[in-house]
């Protein structure tokens, strides 16, 4: 052992605090803009889907996709013309990034037939929605993704 082992010892622990704490003050911050950034991002993911059911009921000249009330962090929509009767539920969780955005569509009788979800990620500071880590998609791609995968096919 060396004369200088406790001040060698003391500066090691002391970078690893510094590092460990850098860490957790970087994970926080992620964290935060995640929930700041990832909520806005989410309302816009509803209004656009909302906006989408009007336009799609009047193009359709039949009010076939019914938006449905529901909590802030949900989604339930409907489709019921023809003979189908399909719903969607969204759920947001910006806790859970692997699992920020998800949907499942099943038919009325509670069968799921479709399952979907967004990562919520951090580039550059800003929060974004990701299909599969690589690709990043807009709310209102998004919107238009959720309201096709309740489209009967």
């Not at 690893?16 to 003050?25: F, P």
């Not at 529901?70 to 003979?83: C, P, V």
């Not at 969204?90 to 799921?112: I, M, Y």
Request: charged content about 25%.
């Amino acid at each position: 052992m060396s004369r200088n082992w406790s001040s060698e010892a003391a500066h090691r622990l002391q970078e690893q605090m510094d590092r460990k704490a850098a860490l957790l003050a970087a994970a926080a911050l992620e964290e935060m803009i995640r929930t700041e950034q990832g909520t806005s991002l989410w309302n816009e993911v509803r209004t656009h889907t909302q906006e989408k059911c009007g336009e799609f009921n009047e193009k359709f000249g039949h009010p076939a996709l019914i938006f449905e009330p529901s909590q802030h962090d949900q989604l339930h929509i409907r489709f019921a013309y023809g003979g189908h009767d399909r719903a969607i539920h969204v759920l947001f969780n910006p806790s859970s990034p692997q699992d920020a955005l998800t949907w499942s569509v099943g038919s009325t009788d509670g069968r799921d037939e479709f399952k979907g979800r967004y990562l919520i990620g951090i580039d550059g500071g800003t929060a974004a929605f990701w299909r599969e880590s690589v690709t990043v998609d807009v709310p209102e791609t998004i919107a238009e993704k959720i309201l096709e995968a309740l489209l009967p096919r």
